[in-house]
């Protein structure tokens, strides 16, 4: 068999969101992903996505196109095989563009397992046993309006409900917390996560109000350019802080871990650049004796489904944010992970991830192909 990359094909698609998803940097209407198909010369090939972030990523759906036509070219002719050497290719030849690198990354990924014929996870040497369960996201809304859906997904049996915070001044923040618990009562876990909309002043005063109210954990409560605050936050703070946007890389979690500025981390596939690099993000949080939580952007259950299978790898990721799929007023993806009523999410052991986009669906958008 050859195993050199004879093509590469790259699709930006759109899905509409059941309704805005709103945090503290603005709404998001539609996720707008772009989905990367690595083939080699016999049709075998591997899929992955990404979706591109603006206000986090400093990347969009057309930049990462125009980019992933660019990191298509220097991999065609590459042994599909020797992933290391492909990513270091796509890193060498550009800087940040974590999305995108996402995208080609798990593609790799997935196309690797399904040759030697295992499922992902087990290519990436975890097992099925580990259950992981999804939370659901409360937007950052008007009171009333958070409310109500934070009983509608208590009534729906979701094991753990995240709030979206990051308002100024943070006492706003504090009465939608206090309104929900009591809607909701106190024993339902809640993590927050107020994407750096806080100042210290603002975050040291809500974590404070905060305490009494079972918060699991709060996600990037100051900008992440800020460390000097988030260190000092992070020792003063009776409510475990979580790096988000402050950790993109392994060099980072290594940097904010150092400095005492964090005591857990969120790992993304779309921060770090892919699985490959999440590895190291997640090697270093187990080095440090540090737990991690895995979250998405606004992901399919393509994305969602190579996340899932990572997860089975690593036993400090015991935090589970998978619910972007819920959030999409259609599922375009065929295979893959599945939630169940209690909100269990599993894979099978199909070679690779697992997941593909329906033939159909993909046939309404644009497919940029180089060979």
Same mark, same amino acid.
């Given at each position: 068999m050859n195993y050199r990359i004879k093509k590469i094909s790259i699709i930006p698609i759109q899905i509409e969101l059941n309704e805005p998803f709103v945090i503290s940097k603005g709404p998001l209407t539609h996720a707008r992903n772009t989905v990367v198909k690595i083939f080699l010369e016999e049709g075998q090939y591997g899929i992955g996505e990404c979706c591109p972030y603006r206000t986090i990523h400093g990347e969009t759906q057309d930049g990462t196109v125009a980019a992933g036509k660019d990191l298509a070219q220097l991999l065609i002719g590459q042994d599909v095989r020797e992933i290391r050497q492909c990513i270091k290719i796509i890193d060498k030849s550009l800087a940040g563009n974590a999305s995108i690198k996402c995208a080609f990354d798990m593609a790799l990924y997935d196309l690797n397992a399904k040759l030697v014929e295992l499922p992902l996870y087990r290519y990436l040497q975890g097992d099925n046993s580990k259950k992981i369960y999804t939370d659901m996201t409360v937007s950052l809304l008007p009171v009333e309006e958070m409310v109500k859906r934070a009983v509608?997904?208590?009534?729906?049996?979701?094991? +753990?409900?995240? +709030?979206?915070?990051?308002?100024? %001044?943070?006492?706003?923040? +504090? @009465?939608?917390? *206090?309104?929900?618990?009591? &809607?909701?009562?106190?024993?339902?876990?809640?993590?927050?996560? *107020?994407?750096?909309?806080?100042?210290?002043?603002?975050?040291?005063? &809500?974590?404070?109000?905060?305490?009494?109210?079972?918060? @699991?954990?709060? @996600?990037?409560?100051?900008?992440?350019?800020?460390?000097?605050?988030?260190?000092?936050?992070?020792? @003063?703070? %009776?409510? %475990?802080?979580?790096g988000d946007e402050s950790v993109f890389s392994h060099q980072d979690a290594y940097r904010m871990l150092a400095v005492d500025g964090i005591q857990l981390i969120n790992i993304k596939l779309g921060k770090a650049g892919g699985i490959c690099h999440a590895m190291k993000i997640a090697s270093v949080a187990q080095a440090a004796g540090v737990y991690c939580q895995v979250g998405s952007f606004s992901e399919t259950r393509v994305g969602i489904s190579a996340l899932v299978h990572f997860s089975k790898a690593w036993d400090n990721i015991i935090y589970y944010d998978l619910d972007s799929p819920l959030m999409q007023s259609e599922d375009p993806v065929i295979g893959g992970m599945v939630y169940h009523n209690d909100w269990e999410v599993t894979v099978d052991d199909s070679p690779g991830h697992g997941a593909d986009f329906d033939p159909e669906f993909l046939k309404k958008f644009p497919s940029f192909d180089i060979q």
């Open positions: 509608k997904f208590k009534e729906d049996g979701f094991p +753990v409900i995240k +709030v979206k915070l990051g308002d100024r %001044p943070s006492a706003k923040d +504090v @009465e939608r917390i *206090a309104a929900i618990r009591k &809607a909701i009562g106190m024993e339902l876990p809640i993590r927050i996560d *107020a994407n750096q909309g806080w100042n210290y002043l603002e975050a040291k005063r &809500a974590l404070q109000s905060l305490e009494a109210y079972n918060i @699991e954990h709060c @996600e990037a409560p100051l900008p992440c350019q800020n460390f000097i605050d988030i260190q000092k936050l992070n020792q @003063e703070s %009776p409510i %475990p802080i979580m």
